[in-house]
């Protein structure tokens, strides 16, 4: 090997390791690898009533699936972070505008979602979205590139802002 392609291949794996750290925000959290599954499932919480929107609010639109709108509410203050969150750490990957081409995604194997492919947004829900944004893309059976934000687990309405920037990519075609 030429030490110029050398250089290379050193270089595209170090900016890998450091775009992993950036995308993690270096957090000392650790999720086991393989993590035991509970002895008996706990059962599930119910999920209190949806609030009805006000006559000035407009309810979010259910996305082609036909799934019903998250019963949680999106406050201006989720939302905010969850744009400032997107620009910050989702769009290294997925673009500024959400079509895949964000400057990391040129050294992946596999480029990575589109949001504005109807493909794409037919073939998940809005649980996997937000179960890929909390817990990474192996989660869902996604690619290992995408990180997982544990951070987020304890934040229901920034994750919902997500998802709902995901499925707004959707529909601005």
């Given amino acids: 090997m030429t030490r110029s392609a050398r250089l290379v291949v050193t270089s595209t794996i170090a900016s890998l390791l450091i775009l992993g750290g950036v995308a993690c925000k270096g957090g000392t959290e650790t999720q086991p690898s393989n993590p035991k599954p509970p002895a008996q499932p706990a059962p599930a919480p119910t999920a209190p009533a949806p609030k009805a929107p006000a006559p000035s609010e407009e309810a979010p639109a259910a996305p082609e699936g036909g799934e019903a709108p998250s019963a949680v ?101």
């Fill in 73 to 173: 509410e999106v406050t201006p203050e989720a939302k905010k972070e969850g744009d400032e969150l997107f620009a910050s750490l989702c769009s290294t990957c997925h673009g500024a505008n959400g079509d895949g081409n964000g400057p990391a995604s040129a050294s992946f194997p596999t480029k990575p979602a589109n949001f504005h492919s109807p493909e794409f947004q037919k073939s998940v829900s809005n649980e996997e979205i937000a179960k890929a944004i909390v817990d990474g893309g192996p989660a869902v059976g996604k690619s290992p590139l995408m990180p997982a934000n544990p951070n987020l687990k304890d934040k229901p309405a920034v994750v919902e802002a997500l998802v709902q920037k995901i499925r707004g990519f959707g529909k601005a075609e």
